[in-house]
């Protein structure tokens, strides 16, 4: 069965910041009975979009990889919680390879006019942006922008935006102000969830 929340691990390595988050957001989401699923993104076979067109002439991608059940799985889920490293002022290279792929979703509204996804339902976006350094001016815009597009794809109100930066020096576990924020913001989109259905 489908889990009713899509939490997307954007980071290669295990066990550190927001393979960390994911597991957090994880278990409050089972301490409320909501189905959750973590996706660790660089264990995914997921091509990149060649630009073929054929999304434009028929349903879907030509590609059968992970990301063919990942289509049906967005259209069930009530929400997405994507948890990216910055890089590059940007989303991770395989979070930005998933997201050019729901070109497939896009053109399916907007081209093909026969949406995959089920454009009425309520679903409840939320972005987690990692950064290693200091805050400087960009460090989170260039995936927010990535971001904004990708969930309105997917018809998510992204809803929640969180940014925690300086991983280098204070990780994750170690940060309690970041650790307060994501609880409160958990249990808003949490609440909010329970609002919906
Ligand atoms: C290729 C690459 C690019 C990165 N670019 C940035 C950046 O632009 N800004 C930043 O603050 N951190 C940057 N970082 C640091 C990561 O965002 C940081 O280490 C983060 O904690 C990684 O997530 P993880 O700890 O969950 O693996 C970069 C790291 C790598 C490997």
């Known amino acids: 069965m489908a889990s009713d929340i899509l939490i997307i691990n954007g980071s290669p390595r295990k066990n550190k910041n927001c393979f960390e988050i994911a597991t957090y957001i994880e278990d409050c989401f089972k301490k409320n009975n909501i189905t959750s699923e973590i996706f660790d993104i660089y264990d995914m076979n997921i091509e990149y979009c060649t630009f073929c067109g054929y999304c434009e002439k028929v349903k879907g991608c030509k590609f059968k990889d992970d990301m063919s059940d990942m289509y049906d799985k967005f259209d069930k889920a ?7 490293p910055v ?10 390879t998933l997201v050019d ?96 259905y």
Not at 78 to 84: A, E, H, L, Q, T
Not at 87 to 96: E, L, P, Q, R, T
Not at 109 to 128: F, P, T, V
């Open 87 to 96: 890089c590059f002022d940007s989303v991770s290279a395989k979070i930005k």
């Open 101 to 196: 792929r729901t070109q497939a979703i896009y053109a399916s509204k907007y081209i093909l006019n026969d949406s995959i996804i089920d454009r009425n339902k309520k679903r409840i976006g939320m972005y987690i942006a990692v950064g290693g350094s200091k805050s400087y001016d960009t460090q989170f815009k260039g995936g927010q922008i990535v971001m904004d597009f990708f969930f309105k794809s997917i018809n998510n109100k992204l809803k929640y935006n969180l940014y925690l930066n300086n991983t280098d020096e204070i990780g994750y576990k170690e940060n309690e102000h970041f650790k307060a924020l994501l609880k409160q913001n958990v249990k808003k989109y949490i609440d909010n969830l329970i609002g919906l």
């Open 78 to 84: 009530k929400g997405v919680i994507v948890i990216s």
